[in-house]
């Protein structure tokens, strides 16, 4: 009998673990996302983030830029501080920030040719 309730005991306290609610502080990524790129010598360009996948402090989803669409990923602290990394057709891009409620923002690197900048992205 004390044998089967530790395993239920186990089987309850992974499901809660997998669910997420354990981490109830953590802000809800999932949705898409307008996201607005400065570079660094003035000009900017827009782009989406399309979060369809949010478990616990990983994401995936997809980044599309001049309606071209690539895989993204990335992660969010406890401290509500978020990674995200996608390239486009030629390089890399990080972002690299933190989220408030339905808003992001933060610096990104674009790798070859480098190129830096702000960002901020709202919640549709």
């Not at 900017?44 to 309606?67: K, M, P, V, W």
């Not at 390239?87 to 610096?107: C, H, L, Q, R, Y």
């Amino acid at each position: 009998m004390k044998k089967r309730f530790l395993t239920a005991l186990s089987i309850f306290a992974i499901i809660v673990l997998l669910s997420g609610c354990l981490f109830f502080g953590l802000p809800n990524l999932n949705g898409s996302w307008d996201v607005v790129m400065t570079y660094s010598g003035g000009a900017s360009e827009t782009a989406t983030f399309h979060i369809e996948q949010h478990i616990i402090y990983n994401y995936r989803g997809r980044f599309c830029l001049d309606s071209n669409c690539k895989e993204l990923f990335g992660m969010i602290s406890n401290d509500h501080e978020v990674s995200i990394n996608t390239w486009t057709s030629e390089s890399g891009i990080d972002f690299a920030g933190s989220v408030n409620k339905n808003t992001m923002s933060g610096t990104f690197t674009i790798f070859e040719p480098l190129a830096e900048g702000t960002w901020e992205a709202t919640r549709r």
